[in-house]
Nanobody, 115 residues
Framework: VQLQASGGGLVQPGGSLRLSCAAS????????MGWWYRQAPGKQREWVA????????AYAGSVKGRFTISRDNAKNTVYLQMNSLGSEDTAVYYC?????????WGKGTLVTVSS
């Protein structure tokens, strides 16, 4: 398995979750770029956050200030810390790694925000 996302689940509104995306060493190194996307029911997949090889980050407006993307190069892992979750954040979350101009997608992990 080259890319594996985990950490999804059911959380109450206002709660937090941390998603992890573990990559194989062959596709993740200090030069790789990490991304998170999500797809809500009945909607197209949308970009959520990105992190560059030197730790620079960018966020979609809908999650800025609530979500934090990070990476641990020693563990070949990209994280997405999600706080102040609302029903609008319910979606399947996917991670992607860009390594030498090739994109690798992981299977999604479902996040459900509901009381």
């Amino acid at each position: 398995v080259q890319l594996q996302a985990s950490g999804g689940g059911l959380v109450q509104p206002g709660g937090s979750l941390r998603l992890s995306c573990a990559a194989s060493a062959s596709i993740f190194n200090i030069n790789a770029m990490g991304w998170w996307y999500r797809q809500a029911p009945g909607k197209q997949r949308e970009w959520v956050a990105a992190i560059t090889s030197d730790g620079g980050t960018a966020y979609a407006g809908s999650v800025k200030g609530r979500f934090t993307i990070s990476r641990d190069n020693a563990k070949n892992t990209v994280y997405l810390q999600m706080n102040s979750l609302g029903s609008e954040d319910t979606a399947v979350y996917y991670c992607k790694v860009t390594h030498f101009n090739s994109n690798y997608w992981g299977k999604g992990t479902l996040v459900t925000v509901s009381s």
